[in-house]
């Protein structure tokens, strides 16, 4: 098996949680290479560590879309409806917490390609950001637009709302690559513009643990 150890960024602002991911993503992309570099089959991996996040939180979503499970919910047989149920210790803030996980994937779970599960985390935290706003759907759409003439959304109007949702724009942000990347995802029909439905699919309604809307 391969066991993998890390310590996390504490997200003391919105800006991290954008890096917490990157973070995540980058770890796994090097367990990728090196299984790829020495020839290794699929086997066990168990990633430890103080993740610096809760059940509820993003990389928990990540890893669960990657097809970890957490060691402590299964030996206790918990669901995420039972986050609550659990502390390890106490945050530099004094919270009660439970974020020290050890995960664990299974080589014959099912996986998704790396680089879209990153994608979807990514627009995961893009529409927790929205709902911060207090944004309805609509309004989500409408602010998207931006100054588009017609009922869709562009590319500029796209990278414009990222930089006021804070995801681009400052060194922790969303790189070129990775913003191009994030709306080759969105433009599903790849016609160079974002329509309704395409906005609810990528960005409202999908599921990314369960990979369904």
Same mark, same amino acid.
């Given at each position: 098996? +391969?066991?993998?150890? $890390? ?5 003391h602002n ?12 980058k770890?796994?992309? *090097? ?6 570099d =020495? ?12 993740w ?8 928990? =979503?990540?890893? %669960?879309? /990657? ?9 206790? !047989?918990? $669901? ?10 106490? =945050? ?8 020290d996980?050890i ?5 014959? %779970?099912?996986?998704?390609l790396?680089? $879209?599960?990153?994608?979807? &985390?990514?627009?995961? +935290?893009?529409? *927790?950001?929205?709902? %911060?706003a207090?944004? $309805?759907?609509?309004?989500?759409? &409408?602010?998207?637009? &931006?100054?588009?003439?017609?009922? #869709? ?9 990222? %930089? !006021?949702?804070n995801?681009i724009g400052?060194? *922790?942000? +969303?790189?070129?690559?990775?913003t191009?990347?994030?709306?080759v /995802? ?9 329509d309704? =439905? ?7 309604? #999908? ?7």
């Amino acid at each position: 098996m +391969l066991i993998v150890n $890390t310590h996390l960024l504490f997200p003391h602002n919105s800006s991290l949680c954008l890096e917490r991911l990157r973070q995540v993503y980058k770890i796994l992309q *090097y367990i990728e290479s090196y299984q790829k570099d =020495n020839k290794l089959s699929s086997m066990p991996i168990v990633l430890c560590g103080d993740w610096n996040g809760s059940k509820s939180g993003h990389i928990y =979503n990540f890893l %669960r879309s /990657q097809g970890f499970v957490s060691s402590y919910d299964t030996a206790h !047989q918990y $669901t995420d409806a039972d986050a609550h149920k659990w502390i390890s210790h106490r =945050n530099h803030r004094g919270n009660i917490c439970g974020v020290d996980f050890i995960w664990l994937l299974n080589p014959n %779970r099912y996986r998704k390609l790396l680089k $879209t599960s990153w994608s979807e &985390a990514v627009f995961a +935290l893009f529409k *927790y950001q929205l709902r %911060r706003a207090s944004l $309805t759907e609509d309004d989500a759409f &409408a602010f998207l637009k &931006a100054d588009s003439d017609g009922d #869709y959304i562009t590319f500029s109007g796209f990278c414009e709302a990222l %930089r !006021q949702l804070n995801l681009i724009g400052h060194c *922790y942000g +969303l790189s070129v690559d990775e913003t191009n990347d994030l709306w080759v /995802q969105a433009d599903i029909d790849g016609n160079g513009v974002l329509d309704y =439905n395409e906005f609810k699919q990528r960005i409202v309604e #999908y599921d990314m643990v369960r990979g369904k809307r």
